[in-house]
């Protein structure tokens, strides 16, 4: 039996326009209505980003000795953020494209927050690699000068690449709900955001004509996306492969890299739609299935990493080369064990369990699992990081590093930036894409024809629904 209203099955169904017009409404709640609290976090936000700005003032008049970063450790806190947000893209573009690919259709409320999550995990971890530098004017010299033999340009290459191919799969599905807000926001909003909409929206009119370029270019790209995505992280971890030093020497960091990326992804998607479904109350649309699927591909991952891990360790603890036993020694019982240790039981051990056990694989179990990871995820992209540029290269004592305020005050500005991106997103744009929602009902059968449902032909037109409005009438025969 179909779905009611509500989701619940012993509820008659409802028309495909009475579906839609209510959908329609909860994904314009938020572009219409903005409640004090949304604006005390933009206040909140922009303060830390402001303080952040402050801190970078600072770097660039003093140069980097106001870091714990020196001659030794070169690489520190920004570097390891860098990865993570990298890594934190791949929750969006990747798997969306994987499952469009699969047709797996309860994926259609989730992937406009996928998609625009790759986004602002790119812009803000390109902007740390700026702030890395010592002299961020001299950005333009690795495109000027740069070497084709450095995995740098490689990287530099690879995001551009897939920073303009997301921003491009972002857009073309948004094109109908685009056109959506141009029809009905007309008058509501200010006359900016009207016009944004009327030059986004291409003047879709959801004509057929209209619609089979529009579904090809998506099966194109969600196509070309997923080996796209893989080289970004692919390259990035090759910037420390392609080295001779101690904890980075390694042909399967690639593989670690997009696996650890795709892990860091889901748990961040689980996350801003928890989020968001609370603040937005999505509980119709987001449901425990979509919490409950992802929570599945994260315990899967939880076995990959492990796998990985346990490949890389041993192989390395087996031999125990020159230096490896110093990296190890720091990793698993010295400065770093602390972070190793919660990464693989709070970020691997503990997650798996809470999925894969029954009475804790719910939402709140999911989310849960999600923020361990994520913090695991990050803890580990910082002692890959540190614990390779502690390992002496000569014999001189190892040198400690330790981020100073200023690094915590831009990392600290980096994510509240990452955070306004998606709260100034959600009150400008679609939350969700309503056309494809729309239609993996109508295919499951959970809605049903205005004919079918009671209506007369012509309801849907009489009701002003968008879908109609590039149409003629339809025709009631004799009066």
Not at 50 to 72: F, K, P
Not at 85 to 109: E, K, M, Q
Not at 314 to 331: N, R, S
Not at 380 to 405: A, H, K, N, Q, W
């Amino acid at each position: 039996m179909a779905l009611g209203p509500t989701g619940r099955r012993d509820e008659p169904v409802e028309s495909v326009t009475d579906y839609r017009r209510r959908l329609e409404d909860i994904t314009l709640e938020p572009v219409i209505t903005t409640s004090r609290g949304y604006w005390f976090l933009i206040a909140g936000l922009l303060a830390i980003i402001a303080w952040g700005i402050y801190a970078w003032t600072i770097q660039l008049n003093d140069g980097l000795v106001v870091t714990g970063m020196r001659d030794r450790i070169s690489w520190g806190l920004y570097i390891s953020v860098f990865v993570f947000f990298i890594g934190i893209s791949h929750a969006g573009t990747l798997i969306s494209a994987i499952l469009r690919v699969t047709n797996a259709g309860w994926r259609a409320p989730i992937t406009r927050i996928a998609e625009f999550i790759t986004v602002v995990a790119l812009i803000c971890g390109a902007s740390m690699i700026v702030v890395d530098m010592g002299r961020p004017d001299r950005l333009l010299n690795v495109l000027v000068h740069g070497r084709w033999q450095s995995p740098i340009l490689w990287d530099v290459i690879a995001i551009s690449t897939y920073l303009t191919a997301s921003l491009v799969y972002l857009y073309l599905p948004m094109v109908p709900d685009l056109a959506l807000f141009r029809d009905r926001l007309t008058g509501r909003v200010g006359g900016w955001r009207t016009r944004l909409y009327e030059i986004l929206a291409i003047g879709w009119r959801d004509l057929p004509e209209q619609r089979r370029p529009l579904l090809r270019a998506i099966g194109i790209l969600m196509i070309l996306i997923i080996p796209i995505a893989v080289s970004v992280h692919t390259v990035v971890s090759w910037i420390f492969g392609m080295t001779l030093r101690v904890g980075w020497n390694s042909t399967i960091f690639g593989l670690l890299f997009v696996a650890g990326a795709i892990f860091s992804g889901i748990a961040t998607l689980v996350i801003i739609m928890a989020v968001l479904r609370k603040v937005y109350h999505l509980e119709e649309y987001l449901t425990e299935k979509h919490f409950v699927n992802l929570g599945y591909l994260l315990a899967a991952f939880t076995l990959i990493m492990m796998y990985i891990n346990a490949s890389e360790y041993l192989t390395k603890g087996f031999k125990l080369e020159e230096g490896e036993e110093f990296l190890f020694q720091q990793l698993f019982l010295g400065q770093f064990a602390g972070l190793y240790w919660f990464y693989f039981i709070g970020g691997l051990l503990i997650p798996g369990m809470l999925i894969l056990i029954k009475r804790t694989r719910t939402i709140a179990g999911v989310v849960t699992a999600a923020v361990l990871v994520d913090l695991a995820m990050f803890s580990e992209r910082y002692f890959i990081v540190i614990s390779g540029m502690r390992v002496p290269l000569m014999p001189y004592e190892p040198f400690d590093y330790t981020p100073t305020l200023v690094e915590w005050s831009i990392f600290a500005a980096g994510v509240a930036f990452f955070v306004l991106l998606i709260a100034l997103f959600v009150k400008v744009f679609p939350i969700m894409a309503v056309w494809e929602v729309v239609e993996e009902r109508e295919r499951t059968g959970d809605i049903v024809d205005d004919l079918v449902a009671g209506a007369t032909p012509g309801a849907a037109f009489d009701r002003g629904d968008d879908r109609y409005r590039s149409r003629e009438p339809p025709d009631r025969g004799p009066s």
